[in-house]
């Protein structure tokens, strides 16, 4: 049973259009994570957060925006999405107080399809 | 900076065989941890493992055992006696043992175990 949602999991949109895509867990995790998956399956990290009010770029550079204002929820917002914003886009969290922890729980998934 | 190289884009192999997935990292830290992430075909990852670099031991679950070595620079995963419910992508990553650390991900090595 998952502890980490996403939705929505499958999205099919038009060039330009506004999308938002949310997670939520119910860990009381202080770490969030969004992962974009190209089909070639390698993951990169494109925004990260260590708590509320904290969001970080990942590696990879994004045109999205993450915000964090509750601890549970952590969603990614494309303002004006493109056909190269298509992938699979993963949400993880973990428990921030330990060093080190980092073992990630992953949310199902949201894949976007921009036409 | 971080590496974590899975040569192997793609394993095939028929069910009941034994089969290794390779994993060399690079890093420059003293202390780290390496990781196993399995993502089966619903989309999300699943934590396998997480060893520690003081921990050199060989660890078995099942039919599931990992080889840390740290003179060669690599975590390989072994599963023996390879099921059809086995065939996934695979992720082999690393961090730091920091709070602040994030993972590093290999590409990932996609299984197919045939009947």
């Known amino acids: 049973e998952a502890d980490i949602y996403q939705t929505p999991r499958y999205l099919v949109i038009g060039t330009g259009k506004k999308i938002t895509l949310e997670c939520s867990q119910t860990m009381g995790h202080d770490k969030m994570y969004w992962y974009q998956q190209d089909p070639g399956m390698e993951l990169h990290l494109i925004h990260y957060?260590?708590?509320?009010?904290?969001?970080e770029k990942g590696d990879l550079s994004s045109e999205s925006t993450v915000s964090r204002i509750r601890t549970e929820h952590f969603p990614l917002t494309l303002e004006s999405a493109r056909p190269s914003h298509t992938s699979q886009y993963l949400c993880?969290?973990?428990?921030?107080?330990?060093?080190?922890?980092?073992?990630?729980?992953f949310g199902a998934g949201s894949r976007l399809t921009v036409l | 900076a971080q590496k974590v190289t899975q040569a192997q884009t793609e394993i095939s192999v028929v069910e009941k065989e034994d089969v290794t997935l390779d994993c060399v990292y690079e890093t420059r830290d003293t202390t780290y941890y390496l990781f196993w992430y399995k993502q089966p075909p619903s989309g999300e990852l699943v934590f396998l493992i997480r060893?520690?670099?003081?921990?050199?031991q060989n660890e078995i679950s099942g039919r599931y055992s990992w080889n840390f070595q740290k003179s060669t620079s690599s975590f390989n995963f072994t599963i023996t006696a390879s099921q059809v419910v086995d065939s996934a992508v695979y992720f082999c990553?690393?961090?730091?043992?920091?709070?602040?650390?994030?993972?590093?991900f290999g590409k990932g090595t996609m299984l197919l175990v045939s009947p």
């Open positions: 957060s260590y708590g509320v009010n904290s969001t």
């Open positions: 990553a690393l961090s730091g043992v920091s709070g602040y650390s994030t993972l590093t």
């Open positions: 993880a969290s973990t428990q921030g107080r330990m060093a080190g922890a980092n073992v990630l729980t």
């Open positions: 060893r520690n670099s003081f921990d050199e």
